[in-house]
């Protein structure tokens, strides 16, 4: 999705860093959000979720798709819950997750470029939901390209800093030399990011 605001300004409009890299990074900014005045409880309510809907990148009809999902869905949990699991499951989301991209839009792109493979099979569509035990793989003639050999060397360095560990999501399992992601549960709550207020997004959209 393309946004017709600088992405800074995105930031500086919602009060948080919408994209995950220092370049938005807001801590030292020695300019105020552009948000100051006192909102109502409605205001908070789509702040909450135009913030959530900046950071996955979806467009307001994606977003609703999947509140919409959430509120029919039969499986265990709350609406808010199911919500972000579906939410958290998109692949280009995952990928992202697993450090294989340094942004949600860097991530999409990968996708879309068909540079992965899910279970196998050559996919490019960043919308796809991934179930528990798939697999994602980088595509074997990617390995070598640049891109992916600085990456190996990031993970690699990462990974010996932190235990070995490449993620900090419990729900998948990363190999950093494979280049392999596998999805081991569904995520819970506890590994949703604390920034996205989830029940606030429903309550807007239950009105």
Same mark, same amino acid.
């Given at each position: 999705?393309?946004?017709?605001?600088?992405?800074?300004?995105?930031?500086?409009?919602?009060?948080?860093?919408?994209? /995950?890299?220092?370049?938005?990074?807001?801590?030292?900014?020695?300019?105020?959000?552009?948000?100051?005045?006192?909102?109502? !409880?409605? /205001?908070?309510?789509?702040?909450?979720?135009?913030?959530?809907?900046?950071?996955?990148?979806?467009?307001?009809?994606?977003?609703?798709?999947?509140?919409?999902?959430?509120?029919?869905?039969?499986?265990? /949990?709350?609406?808010? !819950?199911?919500?972000?699991?579906?939410?958290?499951?998109?692949?280009?989301?995952?990928?992202?997750?697993?450090?294989?991209?340094?942004?949600?839009?860097?991530?999409?792109?990968? =996708?879309?470029?068909?540079?992965?493979?899910?279970? /196998?099979?050559?996919?490019?569509?960043?919308?796809?939901?991934?179930? =528990?035990?798939?697999?994602?793989?980088?595509?074997?003639?990617?390995?070598?390209?640049?891109?992916?050999?600085?990456?190996? !060397?990031?993970?690699?360095?990462?990974?010996?800093?932190?235990?070995?560990?490449?993620?900090?999501?419990?729900?998948?399992?990363?190999?950093?030399?494979?280049?392999?992601?596998?999805?081991?549960?569904?995520?819970?709550?506890?590994? *949703?990011?604390?920034?996205?207020?989830?029940?606030?997004? =429903?309550? *807007?959209?239950?009105?």
């Amino acid at each position: 999705m393309r946004y017709t605001w600088p992405k800074k300004k995105l930031c500086r409009r919602e009060g948080v860093n919408l994209f /995950g890299t220092e370049k938005y990074d807001l801590t030292d900014s020695k300019r105020a959000p552009l948000r100051s005045r006192k909102t109502s !409880e409605f /205001g908070t309510q789509l702040r909450k979720k135009q913030i959530a809907k900046r950071m996955y990148g979806l467009s307001e009809k994606q977003f609703l798709s999947y509140f919409k999902k959430a509120q029919k869905s039969t499986a265990e /949990g709350t609406t808010w !819950e199911k919500m972000l699991q579906l939410l958290e499951l998109r692949i280009d989301n995952v990928v992202y997750r697993a450090n294989f991209a340094r942004t949600r839009i860097q991530s999409r792109q990968f =996708v879309s470029h068909a540079h992965f493979t899910l279970n /196998g099979v050559k996919i490019d569509v960043p919308s796809i939901s991934v179930k =528990v035990w798939d697999v994602i793989a980088l595509r074997d003639k990617l390995k070598e390209s640049p891109l992916y050999k600085s990456l190996l !060397e990031e993970l690699e360095e990462f990974s010996k800093a932190n235990k070995w560990k490449v993620s900090a999501c419990k729900w998948i399992d990363v190999d950093s030399k494979k280049l392999t992601i596998t999805i081991k549960a569904l995520p819970t709550k506890e590994d *949703f990011e604390q920034i996205i207020d989830i029940q606030k997004i =429903v309550e *807007f959209y239950s009105k």
